[in-house]
């Protein structure tokens, strides 16, 4: 019985290496896993999740599907569970970039033993990309797919040197950016709309003190529009 996926997490299986263990973190049901296994994409998957009834439903679906010996269901948080060098491919997906850097920093022999992270950073993305930056993680690759009317994000990053990038392009997207993504324009309209009512409400509290913030606002979104002219 192979699952199917639905678009967010098939574009995190895309970017998946062959051939490599996973640990998917915060796997759910299993979907991810399962999936990997039965495509032949990996040999060994490790799931690792912390809620009870999301844990149990993931041992059920490994059992279902008679997956007990090539996925491993592990109850915990982040990526306690996993030793360093288990897995060389790290899934985080269906989380705030906040949390995702939390967890990566939380477990430094893990993440070094990895040589890629897969990420599915949910807002504030920001945190996520600059984690990768200041801790030696390079972006090879970026995605964005719409499921149910809203756009995804996923990343896939390698152990490698990264170079500088602009801090406009933490928020956009470097390699988004670079191939002009096609749905890069109304990624970059969430953007901006999230910007106008930060702006908005700092222009309704009409506090002196507030003058330096709005016009760093005022700025980042005349970049973000200039940026999505260039499309």
Do not use: F
Not at 21 to 30: L, Q, R, Y
Not at 66 to 81: F, K, M, Q
Not at 134 to 139: F, S
Not at 174 to 197: C, D, N, T, W
């Amino acid at each position: 019985m192979e699952a199917r996926l639905p678009a967010r997490l098939q574009a995190v299986a895309d970017y998946v290496p062959p051939g490599k263990t996973v640990a998917d973190i915060g796997t759910d049901h299993a979907l991810l896993p399962v999936y990997l296994v039965t495509r032949g994409v990996s040999p060994r998957v490790i799931g690792v999740e912390k809620a009870p009834g999301p844990l149990e439903a993931a041992r059920r679906a490994v059992a279902a599907n008679g997956l007990e010996g090539r996925i491993g269901v592990r109850a915990g948080d982040g990526l306690r569970p996993l030793k360093p060098g288990e897995a060389r491919v790290l899934v985080l997906a269906g989380m705030g970039g906040r949390t995702i850097a939390k967890i990566l920093d939380a477990a430094p022999a893990i993440v070094r033993a990895a040589d890629t992270l897969v990420l599915q950073p949910q807002e504030p993305v920001v945190p996520a990309r600059r984690w990768l930056y200041a801790n030696g993680w390079r972006i090879a690759d970026e995605n964005l797919v719409e499921e149910t009317g809203r756009i995804y994000l996923v990343i896939r990053a390698v152990h490698e040197r990264p170079e500088p990038v602009d801090d406009l392009l933490l928020e956009v997207g470097p390699v988004l950016a670079a191939k002009k993504h096609p749905l890069l324009g109304r990624y970059l309209h969430g953007i901006v709309q999230r910007y106008e009512k930060i702006l908005a409400g700092l222009n309704r509290s009409g506090r002196k003190d507030l003058d330096e913030r709005r016009a760093a606002v005022r700025a980042r979104l005349e970049r973000l529009e200039a940026l999505r002219k260039c499309l």
